[in-house]
């Protein structure tokens, strides 16, 4: 039979264009298919599970192909719709394949190492040919059983080892180890049971007989079994061996006398890593508005792909998804629910849970290595056993990195607060918008997209009042409920009358003691975290600064330092000032952490809670916290935007957002949309149940027309505002925008290297290119940065546009003079 010569297209996890052609040994010819993991080495020192994209029978003509040390599965973790999608995302967002398989796939799939350096077990080590820098190297192979080619380098003495150790490879004395092992093991759980024989009530009655005469922690043991094991109940139930030993003081010395006597024995079984529950099948009951919009949902699907849901906060959007996922489920098929942050899905998860039992799953990077392969496998394999039964996920909840996994089914993507920032990937590339993503995924799958929102983006509003995508609105909240009285308060005239109280305007103390008074709940909006913005010196001003950024450092009181939100860089707080020696060191400007600590001077007996970055770290901070919120446990809870995110407190009375100004005065041309959107989510907290709520905005400047339109509840006028604006100004949604940035260490060499690729962009691009210029912040950990942005038609040749940009940065690249500059692309910029 005529041996066949295969070889293998390989995509590796790396920033690198296109897959790297390998050869496949003759014992895997049989076994390898794409999809697959292959071991491979990658340039003389790594080795990376990369993915089998394509095999076939052309050698490349340029190079000798090096070959797959090994395959980790025997059948494909990657489906060839994923495959699709990533070269989807890889070319409308300017980058790899490779970066995007290094985002999609779990931690634990990406498995990398370094080519190691072992001892041949036939080595003769006393021979007279030893060299004394391969001596050297074999004497430190005895006492360590492998090195590193750094650890070999600075043993011989030699910056470049390569050649003495293919030397010693000739001269049999060393091997060079490339295998990566798959860390992953599916969980087990060890189970008790009764022998066969005790299995028999006569026999299991004389052990009990014996352990009551003899034995008295054997009877308890026996006892606990009976019980946990509902022996005598119509349905009974598996005893994990961990049950057991806890129930009965002694119990592991007990159970083991036990299944020496051969009445119990023990066995494993493969099981979940989540706690799952069961649905309680709770019926949902619509009112007329959700009735008659869930009609329209249902006409505008005939005729669109895409709809937006415009519903006002606490209208029971929720309701609706839980009825169409449901619908959907029914039919088969799997339905995937964006969220745009991990904080939301703890609230989210424990609804649709109560709904759907075991069938609702949850993907964020808050899981454990383990746990996000589980979920990834169950979605590869239609389930995973769990307890002697199959658990399948036809729901999947999670951020934007979920819409990776590998779904087969997919019928329908909601995108929950689709308006949210987050929904954008910022670093590292792919820097892609879940939302645009997550509606190109359902068109592959021939599935629906279901946008909701109660502030839409402007993009998906005029895609919906141009017909584009469908439009169902929900003007009314549930069970009658108004919307939330919103008062501002003016701080000019409050610091004027000497009515401030530290932070708070005598309108928000009013409210908030009200409130407290009735056993009502607070939250408080500060967009800025930590204890106080900055310090100041009284005398020059000096401002304490980051060392690797042109950012003033931030006091964090509870660890006493000055950090940097940037780069991370902390110091402790100075007692003088080094410029002038003045002691009048002052904090100025605040924070949540700030809010934390003065609300009890005035609100003594009042619980009090903060929600941000920096107290929500741990893997169940978010849901810990919402949870003690939720049960009436805090009565105050102070937060970063956090708080603003589609949460749901029924006992929410007064929402107090502490300074509107910071959100509106931002260079940015999505300010004023993004600060009415904030304001508005935040204030929809308040009042979600019977009583109306109270927010107060406080700012500086009361008759600001965005402050106003929040007040009045009134999106629409925001809307033909801004899009006025955007219009005349050629910005999206009525043209394209592609931010280009360039980084360097010297801030000469980025002048220089910035407006040669201006100019070359504007050859090409004649009055669409911008800049370039320095953001706000001109320096972050050591680079220097500068922007350009390229304004595109939405009608121009989109594609042909990106490859030339693309060309331009390629050929710029290459040129020896720029060559340390770093140019990062960014298809539509938050």
């Known amino acids: 039979m005529e041996r066949i010569t295969l070889f293998a297209d390989i995509l590796l996890p790396l920033p690198l264009k296109g897959c790297f052609t390998y050869r496949v040994p003759q014992d895997l010819n049989d076994f390898i298919v794409p999809g697959q993991r292959a071991v491979v080495q990658f340039g003389t020192r790594k080795v990376y599970a990369g993915l089998v994209r394509k095999v076939h029978t052309n050698p490349p003509r340029d190079f000798q192909a090096k070959y797959i040390i090994s395959l980790l599965d025997e059948l494909p973790v990657v489906k060839e719709e994923q ?62 059983k492998e090195l590193s080619f750094a650890e070999a380098s600075n043993l011989a003495g030699l910056p470049k080892v390569l050649p003495l150790l293919k030397g010693m490879i000739e001269k049999g004395l060393i091997l060079l180890h490339d295998n990566l092992d798959d860390p992953w093991q599916p969980r087990t759980e060890t189970l008790v049971k009764l022998t066969p024989a005790y299995g028999d009530e006569e026999k299991l009655k004389e052990a009990f007989d014996y352990a ?114 449901r619908e959907y489920l029914d039919k088969g098929m799997q339905v995937l629910y964006l969220l745009p942050e991990i904080a939301l899905t703890a609230q989210i998860i424990n609804r649709l849970q109560r709904h759907f039992g075991d069938r609702a799953g949850v993907y964020h990077s808050r899981f454990s290595a383990g746990e996000r392969i589980e979920v990834w496998n169950n979605l590869l394999h239609g389930g995973i056993e769990s307890h002697g039964k199959v658990i399948s996920y036809d729901l999947v909840l999670g951020p934007r990195s979920a819409m990776f996994l590998p779904f087969s089914k997919l019928g329908l993507i909601i995108i929950d607060e689709e308006h949210e920032p987050s929904f954008k990937q910022h670093d590292p590339a792919p820097r892609y918008q879940a939302r645009d993503a997550a509606i190109y995924l359902a068109k592959m799958h021939g599935a629906k997209v279901l946008l909701g929102s109660a502030t839409p983006s402007l993009e998906t509003f005029f895609n919906a009042q141009s017909g584009r995508f469908g439009y169902v609105d929900l003007n009314h909240r549930h069970g009658g409920v108004m919307m939330p009285e919103i008062v501002v308060a003016d701080l000019k005239m409050e610091t004027r009358h000497k009515k401030m109280k530290s932070h708070f305007s005598s309108l928000l103390y009013e409210s908030i003691k009200e409130a407290l008074e009735n056993k009502e709940q607070v939250i408080l909006f500060q967009n800025r975290r930590g204890f106080s913005l900055r310090l100041e010196c009284e005398a020059c001003n000096w401002i304490p600064q980051c060392r690797q950024c042109d950012v003033s450092l931030v006091y964090h009181k509870k660890i006493n330092k000055l950090r940097c939100h940037y780069c991370g860089y902390t110091i402790a707080p100075p007692t003088n000032c080094p410029e002038c020696n003045s ?147 050629h910005y999206p949604p009525y043209f394209r925008l592609i931010k280009v940035t360039v980084l360097h260490r010297d801030p000469d060499v980025l002048n220089k290297a910035a407006a040669e690729l201006a100019e070359r962009l504007r050859k090409h691009f004649p009055k669409k290119v911008l800049g370039p210029e320095y953001p706000p912040i001109t320096r972050i950990r050591n680079l220097f940065i500068k922007h350009m942005i390229i304004k595109l038609e939405r009608d121009a040749r989109l594609g042909a546009s990106k490859e030339k940009i693309m060309e331009i940065v390629a050929f710029f690249n290459a040129d020896p003079n720029y060559k340390s500059v770093r140019v990062i692309l960014d298809v539509d910029p938050a």
């Open 83 to 144: 495959f699709l999608f990533w070269e989807w995302l890889a070319g409308y967002y300017l980058c790899t394949e490779g970066e995007v398989m290094n985002a999609a796939l779990p931690p634990a799939m990406k498995l990398a190492g370094e080519t190691k350096i072992v001892l041949h077990p036939y080595a003769e080590l006393d021979t007279e040919e030893v060299s004394e820098k391969e001596f050297a190297l074999l004497q430190a192979l005895k006492n360590k």
């Open 212 to 325: 009551e005469k003899r034995a008295q922690r054997q009877l308890e043991l026996l006892l606990s079994f009976v019980h946990l094991s509902r022996r005598y109940e119509p349905v009974p139930a598996e005893v994990r061996q961990k049950d057991l030993t806890a129930s009965v003081k002694g119990g592991s010395a007990a159970l083991q006398a036990m299944i020496k006597k051969g009445v119990f024995e023990t066995y494993t079984q493969q099981v979940s890593r989540f706690d799952h529950k069961d649905a309680k099948n709770e019926v949902i009951v619509f009112n007329e508005h959700q009735e008659t919009a869930w009609q329209n949902i249902h006409e505008s699907f005939e005729n669109h792909d895409n709809l937006l849901l415009h519903g006002v906060t606490s209208s029971g959007k929720t309701e609706i998804y839980i009825k169409l996922i």
């Open 583 to 729: 002691t009048g060191l002052r904090l100025k400007g605040f924070g949540t952490e700030k809010i934390e600590e003065e609300l009890p001077v005035f609100f003594p007996d009042a619980t009090i809670a903060r929600m941000d970055l920096d107290t929500t770290r741990s893997k169940n901070a978010y849901r810990n916290i919402i949870t003690d919120f939720e049960d009436r446990k805090i009565d105050i809870l102070v937060g970063t935007q956090m708080v603003s995110k589609g949460l749901d407190f029924d006992n929410v009375r007064v929402v107090g957002i502490l300074n509107a100004d910071n959100m509106l005065n931002f260079p940015d041309f999505r300010a004023h949309e993004r600060a009415f959107q904030l304001m508005a989510q935040v204030s929809g907290r308040a009042g979600r149940a019977q009583k109306r709520g109270k927010v107060i905005i406080q700012t500086w400047n009361p008759q600001n027309h965005i402050i106003q339109q929040v007040v009045a509840h009134d999106y629409e006028s925001m809307y033909h505002a801004q899009i006025l604006e955007r219009q005349r100004f």
